[in-house]
């Protein structure tokens, strides 16, 4: 007898193999694929911090600063510390508890940017940045998940040393999936 073909268990143990290198293959790619996702997210969040940024540089002197009372009380009016959880101090001048000084940033009254006329109520919005030419909508779309980041409200902070630095609210960027905001005044340390 001459026997030219595989044995079914020839067969089985081929197919096992092919199947487990399939699944190791697919898992991985996947996981790649993932990956290369959340990075093209942090990417995309870091050109936003970036475009931000060199918007308040172009316009700071548009800007108005209002001072905040940084020392919180608590219900018996005793001092608990700043809004940064540091510890106020008594201002020899003014006898007054102080703590981190910081300024927060709205539009001068009656300035105009780019035709748009801004009041110091206005916030400081995403549109800004495309109206005033540095960005496009097109570049507001998370390439994630494609979703536009769009009505987003932008607090600007200075502090003494007249570094500016910017928060947003969590609840504005629903267009990001990871870390949903982005707080350039966090303290260093």
Same mark, same amino acid.
């Given at each position: 007898?001459?026997?030219?073909?595989?044995?079914?268990?020839?067969?089985?143990?081929?197919?096992?193999?092919?199947?487990?290198?399939?699944?190791?293959?697919?898992?991985?790619?996947?996981?790649?694929?993932?990956?290369?996702?959340?990075?093209?997210?942090?990417?995309?969040?870091?050109?936003?911090?970036?475009?931000?940024?060199?918007?308040?540089?172009?316009?700071?002197?548009?800007?108005?600063?209002?001072?905040?009372?940084?020392?919180?009380?608590?219900?018996?009016?005793?001092?608990?510390?700043?809004?940064?959880?540091?510890?106020?101090?008594?201002?020899?001048?003014?006898?007054?508890?102080?703590?981190?000084?910081?300024?927060?940033? *709205?539009? #001068? @009254?009656? $300035?105009?940017?780019?035709?748009?006329? +801004?009041? /110091?109520?206005? !916030? =400081?919005?995403?549109?800004?940045?495309?109206?005033?030419?540095?960005? *496009?909508? #097109? @570049?507001? $779309?998370?390439?994630?998940?494609?979703? +536009?980041? /769009?009505?987003? !409200? =932008?607090?600007?902070?200075?502090?003494?040393?007249?570094?500016?630095?910017?928060?947003?609210?969590?609840?504005?960027?629903?267009?990001?999936?990871?870390?949903?905001?982005? !707080?350039?005044?966090?303290?260093?340390?």
């Amino acid at each position: 007898m001459n026997n030219k073909g595989f044995t079914l268990v020839e067969l089985l143990a081929t197919i096992v193999i092919l199947s487990l290198i399939t699944s190791i293959t697919v898992v991985t790619i996947t996981s790649v694929y993932s990956n290369s996702k959340d990075k093209a997210e942090e990417v995309f969040k870091q050109e936003l911090t970036n475009i931000i940024e060199d918007y308040i540089t172009m316009n700071n002197s548009k800007f108005k600063l209002k001072r905040t009372d940084s020392c919180n009380k608590n219900s018996s009016g005793n001092i608990i510390g700043d809004l940064n959880n540091n510890i106020c101090f008594k201002s020899k001048e003014t006898n007054e508890y102080i703590g981190s000084v910081y300024y927060y940033v *709205t539009y #001068k @009254d009656n $300035i105009k940017i780019n035709g748009i006329n +801004k009041t /110091s109520t206005d !916030n =400081i919005r995403l549109y800004d940045l495309i109206d005033s030419g540095i960005i *496009t909508e #097109k @570049d507001l $779309i998370n390439p994630k998940n494609k979703i +536009k980041c /769009s009505n987003i !409200n =932008i607090t600007i902070e200075r502090n003494d040393d007249y570094k500016y630095c910017f928060k947003t609210s969590p609840a504005n960027l629903d267009c990001l999936t990871i870390n949903k905001s982005i !707080n350039t005044c966090k303290s260093e340390e």
